[in-house]
């Protein structure tokens, strides 16, 4: 597709498709025009410290832009504008928000599938997506309290999660760090991030993690993983026979089975390091930032920045999602 195609495939989803209410359940709308928007142009462009007295203005302005992307931001005391930045404007809130994003996970990916690059997502590296999906919604609900949790597709490789408890749009920087300090097993994004000493996590925790963690290897296991972990042929045939014999359903003893095996070669801290999730912690810190606008088009992808619903969070394959440009 060509720039005008494109420019007219955007119009036609911003002005029949894109639809506001499905936003209003979980974004807060109260203080909509002292809220921030940025977006980027089909030339490559960007532009913040933008904001609309209302829905409708942001939607037209949608329609007769055709933004390549779409970003919203906190929300200030005064509408932001190029006149009065946000960095003159005193902060009033923002969403909590989680964002876990296969970039996150390349130096562990090849151990899970055969993806090569930045651009490819396959349904086998998306499961490292859905486990820490898992872990971190059952975190925040059991341990936090929080009730009102939406994941979000990136539109690309990732998701991220909004939270609409009260409690989750002021908190500050500090109280965002600690939470991020409580999900964060693993320190540092290189091949060989260091996990955290297990014994120092909360105890049902720690039983979420590693329990979560064995349970996704083991469904998404593959012969050649386990002679790569160390597992003699004989081992790795029988493990592969026994999941086979379960069809997809991990039972408790074959868990229990397996991680004695994985203890006995030593392995145990290698399968968390790739598998735990993998937060981009500046996403959730940093309060002034911009984030994709929920059901808005990644103008990379031209896929639709689609709200998760959580009946078939765990069914969805971003690779077979349609584009608009194509
Ligand atoms: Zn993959």
Known sequence: MNRVQQRTALRDY??????????????????????????????????????????KALIDFLVDRTPYHVYIGAVYNDPPTRENPIHTLEWFGHELVFDIDLNEY?????????????????????????????????TLRLDFGMKDITWVFSGRRGVHGWIADDVGFTINQEQRM???????????????????????????????????????????????????????SSIAT???????????????????????????????????????????????IDLRRLLRL???????????AQILHPSDIFSFNPDEESSIFT
């Open 14 to 55: 911003y002005s029949t498709h894109f639809n506001f209410d499905d936003l209003a359940a979980f974004i807060n709308f109260s203080d909509f025009s002292t809220r921030e928007f940025g977006f980027a142009t089909l030339e490559g462009k960007f532009f913040r410290n933008i904001s609309f007295e209302t829905p």
């Open 106 to 138: 390349d130096a562990v990916r090849q151990h899970v599938c055969n993806c090569q690059g930045a651009d490819q997502v396959c349904i086998r590296c998306w499961q490292l997506v859905n486990l820490a999906v898992h872990i971190i919604d059952e």
């Open 178 to 232: 600690s939470l991020i300090d409580y999900l964060s097993v693993i320190h540092g994004e290189a091949e060989k991030a260091r996990i955290q000493d297990r014994t120092k996590l909360k105890y049902d925790f720690r039983y979420r993690i590693e329990h979560t963690v064995f349970k996704y290897f083991l469904k998404n296991v593959r012969r050649k993983d386990l002679i790569d972990l160390g597992f003699s």
């Open 238 to 284: 029988n493990v592969m026979k026994q999941l086979e014999h379960q069809e997809g359903q991990i039972d408790e003893s074959l868990l229990r089975n397996f991680n004695l095996r994985i203890a006995k070669i030593n392995k145990y801290d290698e399968i968390l390091r790739r598998w735990v999730p993998r937060i981009d912690h500046k996403v959730t």
């Open 294 to 304: 929920p059901t808005s088009i990644h103008g990379k992808t031209g896929k639709i």
